[in-house]
T-cell receptor, first 117, second 112 residues
Framework: SAVISQKPSRDICQRGTSLTIQCQVD?????MFWYRQQPGQSLTLIAT?????????ESGFVIDKFPISRPNLTFSTLTVSNMSPEDSSIYLC??????????????FGPGTRLTVL | SQQGEEDPQALSIQEGENATMNCSYK?????LQWYRQNSGRGLVHLIL?????REKHSGRLRVTLDTSKKSSSLLITASRAADTASYFC????????????FGRGTQLTVWP
């Protein structure tokens, strides 16, 4: 399996501020994905982050609110901008490591638990 | 939007019993996957079943897929207290780009 780490693991933020979440993979990967999990809910895909190109956002998510960087093949960041209490969620990154034969299987980071006051 | 629905949303059983969770989806798929999440932590992949497969086993897990009904089931046999978690199905909606779309999940509680 892949080792995926996220920073921070949790944070409490004031409304109107921004938080950048980091995702680090222990091997080079083509695509990285960012998901949001609101309290008691399932996971919703925010965007796909490709190295060398702009992220592709799902319906309902925009770059101004969730800017994403992908500077290299092992790292990505998601920023939650101008936060409101409705942004309180767990944010997870995931990827499919190249070295694995079963390329459909995704591995998830431990998540970042964000609380906005 | 959510891809599918899991049924039931919550399931409570005794150790040793079997747990069955169902998942329905709305679009064509290449494969369907089941994941487990403990207490709001990261997800762990359990099993993947491809659209041309009807049944798959992995240890105490048995997954079935009926593409004509757009539904899948996950059976956990001889459940243990450690199986207590949320279980999610996820599909690719027919895409090969790696994106996953998750169902609402089933919260399974196994009592010792």
């Amino acid at each position: 399996s892949a080792v995926i780490s996220q920073k921070p693991s949790r944070d409490i933020c004031q409304r109107g501020t921004s938080l950048t979440i980091q995702c680090q993979v222990d091997s080079q990967v083509t695509m990285m994905f960012w998901y949001r999990q609101q309290p008691g809910q399932s996971l919703t895909l925010i965007a796909t982050a490709n190295q060398g190109s702009e992220a592709t956002y799902e319906s309902g998510f925009v770059i101004d609110k969730f800017p994403i960087s992908r500077p290299n093949l092992t790292f990505s960041t998601l920023t939650v901008s101008n936060m409101s209490p409705e942004d309180s969620s767990i944010y997870l990154c995931s990827t499919t490591p190249r070295r694995l034969a079963r390329t459909d299987t995704q591995y998830f980071g431990p998540g970042t638990r964000l609380t906005v006051l | 939007s959510q891809q599918g629905e899991e049924d039931p949303q919550a399931l409570s059983i005794q150790e040793g019993e079997n747990a069955t969770m169902n998942c329905s989806y709305k679009t064509s798929i290449n494969n369907l996957q089941w994941y487990r999440q403990n207490s709001g932590r990261g997800l762990v992949h359990l099993i993947l079943i491809r659209s041309n497969e009807r049944e798959k086993h992995s240890g105490r897990l048995r997954v079935t897929l009926d593409t004509s009904k757009k539904s899948s089931s996950l059976l956990i046999t001889a459940s243990r207290a450690a199986d207590t978690a949320s279980y999610f199905c996820a599909t690719d909606r027919g895409s090969t780009l790696g994106r996953l779309y998750f169902g609402r999940g089933t919260q399974l509680t196994v009592w010792p």
